[in-house]
């Protein structure tokens, strides 16, 4: 089973930053489609006034709120099933738009983990020719006829210090 994530990389954000939030959303749909919070207000309205008007005894009051109720909770059904029918083609619009947004996001954190891999081999490609340019220098020499050894470095053996290549130099000279 093959992972649909992208490739990881040290640009990745937080996807929680991205994502709407809570009130975020209410805001948002409030605003698309207003008729129904108005209907479900008139709901509660007609709802509490037909509760006062039963504690008061008042049994004319009390149907009228529950016919107002009633067409409260109708004319709230209605505006849900036309602001569906109207916002249909918007949310896959929006859909649409998520969709391609997405795409393009792992677009652009897959090539900038690519980057990042590239300029890695690149660092690793200028560490190994630093360990190679010895070796080098010393093929040069032997092939040029000079005496050029690097001496061999066990893992045990310190380096030398500047107090030892200076006594070896007076020695030589």
């Known amino acids: 089973m093959a992972d649909s ?3 990881p990389s040290s640009f990745e954000q937080d996807p929680e930053f991205l994502n709407e939030s809570i009130f975020q959303f209410l805001g948002r ?7 129904i919070p108005i209907g479900c207000a008139f709901t509660c309205w007609a709802l509490v006034e037909a509760a006062k008007s039963v504690r008061s005894g008042d049994r004319n009051r009390t149907n ?29 619009k929006r859909a649409k738009y998520d969709k391609k947004l997405k795409e393009q ?9 690519i ?3 590239e300029y890695r081999d690149q660092e690793e490609q200028e560490m190994q020719r630093r360990r190679q340019a010895p070796k080098a220098r010393v093929a040069q020499a032997a092939a040029a006829g000079v005496d050029y050894t690097v ?9 030398p210090g500047v107090v030892a290549a200076v006594q070896e130099l007076t020695k030589k000279g």
């Open 115 to 117: 980057k990042e891999l």
């Open 64 to 92: 009228r709120m529950f016919r107002r109720r009633i067409y409260a909770q109708g004319f709230t059904v209605v505006a849900m099933l036309v602001g569906s029918l109207y916002w249909s083609q918007d949310r896959e």
């Open 5 to 7: 994530r992208p490739p």
């Open 105 to 113: 996001i792992a677009l652009e954190k897959r090539e900038a983990w």
């Open 151 to 159: 001496p061999e470095s066990t893992p045990d053996a310190s380096p």
């Open 29 to 35: 749909r409030i605003r698309e489609e207003p008729l």
